[in-house]
């Protein structure tokens, strides 16, 4: 019903536009706000979902993708490392110095390194010059393990001897201790060493069952098998080795100027 002037009626709504009520183009207007509002309820759901893969794939980075880190071998090693007890403070004093103190060597001493094995080792000066020798052959390990059992047997507290017994273990014995050779002693996490020596299976079933309650000579079966390698291994190259020879030649050089 029209009024008076020709308008329409109070209240009534205009009538819809021919181009939104049945024309392509305001069916086109219609399905884009219906994909708007699908969208826009969406998002809020999907977020979470995409941020919760692109996490996991960033704290797993060890990996190609983020499902495989769930079993992989380097968390589980981590989650091992993890659940070890923390060493206490006073520990740092139980590790081994980077060189023994000890005054030159004379040109007689050095030249006793040779007469054997025991020479050289008997001396902080032949242990410093054997290590830097074993350095180079990334075999350090072996000295650093040997260090560590001498001075575990100077102690006499049971409270001290299994807290270094345990560090000792862990360090060198324990199968979570990098393989021999793969690592340098300076690489670790802990400042320690922690690469694993080569034992025989037997020695190792030995101390596992001693870890229990260890004595002070815990280690004194694979600290023999250790210096018995490096006698055979290791020595003869050393005795033959540039860094002998030099060291020699120069306490020779200077006996003579003197």
Known sequence: ????????????????????????????????????????????????????????????????????????????????????????????????????????????????????FDNLMVTPAGRNVFREFLRTEFSEENMLFWMACEELKKEANKSIIEEKARIIYEDYISILSPKEGNLTPSSDLHGHCMIQVSLDSRVREVINRNMVDPSQHIFDDAQLQIYTLMHRDSYPRFMNSALYKDLLQSLSKKSVEA
Do not use: Y
């Open 1 to 116: 019903m029209r009024t008076a002037n020709g308008g329409q009626p109070a209240g009534a709504s205009p009538p819809a536009s021919p181009v939104d009520a049945g024309s392509p183009m305001g069916s086109e207007r219609t399905e884009m706000r219906k994909r708007q509002t699908c969208t826009g309820s969406d998002a809020p759901g999907s977020i979470p979902g995409q941020q919760g893969v692109e996490s996991r794939g960033s704290n797993n980075a060890c990996c190609f993708c983020w499902c495989c880190c769930c079993s992989c071998s380097c968390l589980t090693v981590r989650n091992q490392e993890d659940q070890r007890p923390p060493r206490a403070s006073h520990e740092l004093s139980t590790d081994t110095p980077t060189c023994e103190e000890s005054p030159t060597p004379t040109l007689e001493e050095v030249s006793a390194w040779a007469q054997s």
